[in-house]
């Protein structure tokens, strides 16, 4: 008899987890993510912004959605901390209603050189398990920037040393003239 309960309460669980899964990835289906731009180029240092859209095509309104940016290197041995890239990523955006959708706009700092990537992953809040939803990618092209005024430090490199030189030689011209 036992062993009939627990052979129950297996395919009862079985059964759910199937239809839990089919529902999980109709919805990511209706699912979409698109981008205002798939190409940036910027400078190191400089901060650009891009706009990711995420629609529900679906005849239901989604549960609760977490919207989440991603950074990467497109080249090898570069290390990316994308905190250091947009302090603002991971965005919890609530439900969106049937045909409609939701905008965000992301703030990023270019931090190293070369080639990178970014692109929106999109979470059921409700059920972390279920596939994310992925945008397209963002090519974000940061050149290196060659200034002698890095953030204004030239007057200061330039100009303590040679105040210092001036007091130095005003201490000595009163030495000696006494």
Do not use: C
Request: aromatic residues 4%; hydrophobic residues 45%.
């Amino acid at each position: 008899m036992r062993t009939r309960s627990v052979i129950r309460i297996a395919v009862v669980t079985i059964i759910g987890a199937l239809a839990f899964g089919s529902v999980a990835s109709a919805a990511s289906n209706d699912l979409s993510v698109t981008l205002s731009r798939s190409r940036i180029a910027t400078q190191l240092g400089h901060k650009i912004s891009f706009r990711t859209t995420i629609t529900n095509h679906g005849s239901r309104s989604t549960g609760p959605l977490i919207a989440h940016l991603n950074v990467l290197s497109l080249r090898s041995g570069v290390e990316i901390d994308p905190e250091d890239w947009s302090t603002h990523r991971t965005r919890y955006l609530g439900p969106i209603r049937a045909g409609g959708s939701r905008t965000i706009e992301y703030p990023v700092h270019a931090i190293n050189t070369g080639r990178i990537a970014l692109y929106v992953a999109v979470l059921p809040q409700m059920r972390p398990a279920a596939p994310p939803v992925t945008g397209p990618t963002v090519q974000l092209v940061v050149a290196k920037r060659d200034t002698l005024n890095a953030g204004g430090i030239l007057p200061l490199a330039l100009g303590i040393p040679a105040l210092l030189a001036f007091l130095a030689g005003g201490m000595q011209y009163a030495r000696r003239r006494h």
